[in-house]
């Protein structure tokens, strides 16, 4: 069985009563920001092919500067003959003419302080689409964490829907304040006060049958020193009303499952487990399915001993009630930033001979997790093993971590010395010697603290925060085939923390008042990392990839790297005469996967971005052409009136591509 997306019926009658069994896949809409419930970005749309994929040009150029579009984080969703989409720091809901690229109609929330203090205001990745009495409903979330349902032809508020807003300026309905429900002390203007902790949003929410559920983002963990934060609790709103259903504690509170991984009294005051990647849903059977981040503080937990339970997991919730149907920690008291980073992937395979629904949760950890997404059963085992303690003063480690068995890791793991570079011995020695201010050790390489013993300066976490898969770069996938592809890069973490009391003078406006005996010691996400006088990474190539998994067996079809080697190593000094082949640049890549091939965007040597269509069974470059502008985040593909689109998230502005035949319907605009 295919996995199934939402489509609209035609008439008030048919949408009262319609069923799962109505959901089918459709070349003509892309309806979730990964375009169906599964989130596989796939489209079954053929019409560009090897043969014309040269042809390609610009159809029309959306510019978000007007919004003050900037991150281009947004999937549109292709809906009902309208893309619908958000931008800026202010997360404007946006509908354009998928034909013409003209704005239609734009909704802005009414500004509230609730929206300042937001690290994710610009990183909104699109809407939630249904349908309330026939009519089309555009369901978003914003950073200042209020709900708001919209007519799809107009772009109002809707009428009797959600509640009053005590706020200046908010329209009478069509609102739902969501902090409101989650049982916080707070002030509707302000929200929560920062001594308790911070909640905004960062993915969409997603729509099971009737049910609305939404989910959240907090801090960055990497910039709090302070234990207090308020839990990223998931919230249910009944779709056609507005009205609260559910909230699922994702610290579970005494009598709720998990509640012993919460040493000391720690899930009273700890917060976070947010889930800022988006939801997948099963609609079907009524299963959404949650992505988890780490509870406060990244790379120190000694103030949360235990497990912290639903930390760094996936959760299967029954969307009528919330209640728990399945999880699976993919780390236990995660000191790692190890959150997962994309939206579950559902698809069905056959493993020997079983048909399995399938759940794939893509990590940063360069594994992909697998599961019978009603059972929960892991398609192949994960076995727990023995990993490193940690030296750091008042930090308790799990002893071990789960390590999946199957498929393999599709990037590094962990970094010894023969995972550095060795393009000559002279490299191969000062790779040896940076590295001597280091830590070097497996995938669960604990962080050191800033006065150890041995005077080194950081653990190396290989892949660290931002290595592996991100949600820059969601995977991709073919329902027909089985075939996963995921676009990875190496991106290791100097890890290393100090005092909080002097941690916590690098994070202005923090959340919380007590501080942590240790916090991350940078001000970014890291620590200095280890630099070559050269430039060239200090680990081998490649530094970037697309990894081919076929899901019904786990075998690794094929990798090839992304883009082309950069002209700063290719032509660096010390590689004169050294001939290294195609290094991939080191990003992460947006991708699509049509009936034809698997898409993506990367640069040339010289920087020029470039779109290369592959062979989806072997890797093999089809065509090839120049981008109009770089891309970020993710791509789509849609058909509109009888013609493919290729969308590409090119920053602030959205690019559609289409052959010449495309422009020439719509009269050369």
């Not at 280091?438 to 669960?444: D, E, S």
């Not at 892949?463 to 890069?489: C, F, K």
Request: proline residues 9%; charged residues 20%; aromatic residues 10%.
């Amino acid at each position: 069985m295919q996995f199934l997306d939402l489509r609209r019926v035609i008439t008030t009658v048919l949408v009262s009563l319609m069923s799962v069994s109505a959901f089918a896949q459709d070349a003509t809409e892309w309806y979730t920001l990964g375009n169906d419930y599964g989130h596989t970005r796939y489209t079954p749309a053929d019409e560009i092919d090897a043969n014309n994929f040269t042809d390609l040009e610009v159809a029309w150029e959306w510019d978000g500067a007007s919004f003050g579009a900037v991150s281009g984080r947004s999937t549109p969703s292709l809906i009902d003959g309208k893309l619908f989409t958000v931008a800026g720091y202010n997360r404007y809901v946006v509908a354009i003419d998928p034909k013409t690229g003209e704005t239609l109609w734009s909704y802005r929330e009414p500004h509230t302080p609730r929206s300042n203090y937001s690290m994710r205001a610009d990183y909104g990745k699109g809407v939630a689409y249904d349908y309330i009495d026939g009519k089309g409903v555009v369901f978003n979330v914003s950073p200042g964490f209020f709900l708001t349902a919209l007519d799809a032809e107009t772009g109002i508020p809707l009428e009797n829907w959600g509640s009053e807003v005590p706020i200046d300026g908010f329209p009478d309905s069509g609102v739902v304040d969501l902090i409101a429900d989650l049982g916080h002390p707070y002030d509707p203007y302000e929200g929560i006060p920062l001594e308790t902790g911070y909640i905004t949003s960062s993915s969409p929410p997603i729509v099971v049958n009737d049910t609305i559920v939404v989910g959240n983002s907090a801090e960055q963990g990497y910039h709090q020193a302070r234990i207090e934060n308020v839990p990223g609790d998931i919230l249910a709103y009944d779709k056609n009303t507005g009205a609260f259903k559910w909230k699922f504690n994702v610290i579970p509170k005494p009598g709720e499952y998990g509640h012993e991984t919460w040493e000391n009294d720690a899930w009273q005051y700890t917060g976070d487990v947010s889930s800022w990647a988006p939801l997948t849903a099963d609609p079907e059977n009524n299963l959404v399915f949650v992505p988890t981040n780490p509870p406060t503080i990244d790379y120190y937990g000694g103030f949360r001993p235990g497990d912290n339970l639903f930390g760094t997991s996936l959760i299967a919730l029954d969307t009528r009630t919330g209640d728990r149907q399945w999880h699976f920690q993919m780390v236990k008291h995660d000191v790692w930033n190890f959150d997962n980073p994309t939206a579950p992937i559902l698809m069905d395979v056959n493993v020997d001979g079983r048909e399995i629904p399938a759940v794939m949760q893509v990590t940063k950890q360069a594994w992909v997790y697998a599961f019978n997404r009603l059972t929960g059963e892991p398609i192949w085992p994960i076995v727990d093993r023995p990993v490193p303690a940690s030296i750091v003063p008042g930090e308790v480690l799990s002893p071990t971590q789960p390590h999946v068995t199957r498929p393999a890791p599709y990037d590094m793991q962990g970094i010894t010395e023969d995972d550095l570079v060795d393009f000559t011995p002279e490299l191969r020695a000062e790779a040896l010697e940076v590295m001597e201010d280091y830590v070097m050790g497996p995938l669960f390489n604990p962080p050191i603290h800033d006065t150890n013993a041995a005077g080194k300066y950081a653990a190396m976490n290989c892949p660290g925060g931002s290595g592996g898969a991100n949600i820059n770069a969601p995977p991709v996938a073919d329902p027909e085939t089985g075939m996963l592809y995921v676009s990875s890069h190496k991106a290791c973490f100097a890890l290393r923390v100090m005092p909080g009391e002097e941690a916590d003078l690098l994070f202005p406006n923090s959340t919380g008042v007590t501080t942590a005996q240790y916090a991350n010691s940078a001000r970014g996400a890291t620590s200095r990392p280890p630099r070559m006088s050269s430039g060239i990474p200090i680990w081998k190539p490649p530094y970037s990839r697309i990894t081919a998994i076929n899901m019904n067996d786990g075998e690794h079809e094929w990798m090839v790297p992304t883009g082309e080697t950069p002209d700063r190593i290719k032509n660096s000094p010390a590689l004169e005469g050294v001939e290294i082949g195609n290094t991939g640049t080191g990003a992460l890549v947006p991708m699509v996967v049509t009936k034809n091939m698997l898409v993506y965007t990367d640069n040339a040597s010289d920087g020029t971005p470039m779109i290369w269509a592959l062979d989806k069974q072997t890797g093999e470059i089809l065509a090839e052409i120049e981008a109009p502008s770089a891309s970020r985040y993710g791509m789509s593909s849609w058909v509109h009136d009888g013609h493919q689109y290729i969308m590409l998230q090119t920053g602030p502005t959205l690019t559609a591509l289409a052959l010449p035949a495309a422009q020439a319907a719509a009269g050369g605009h």
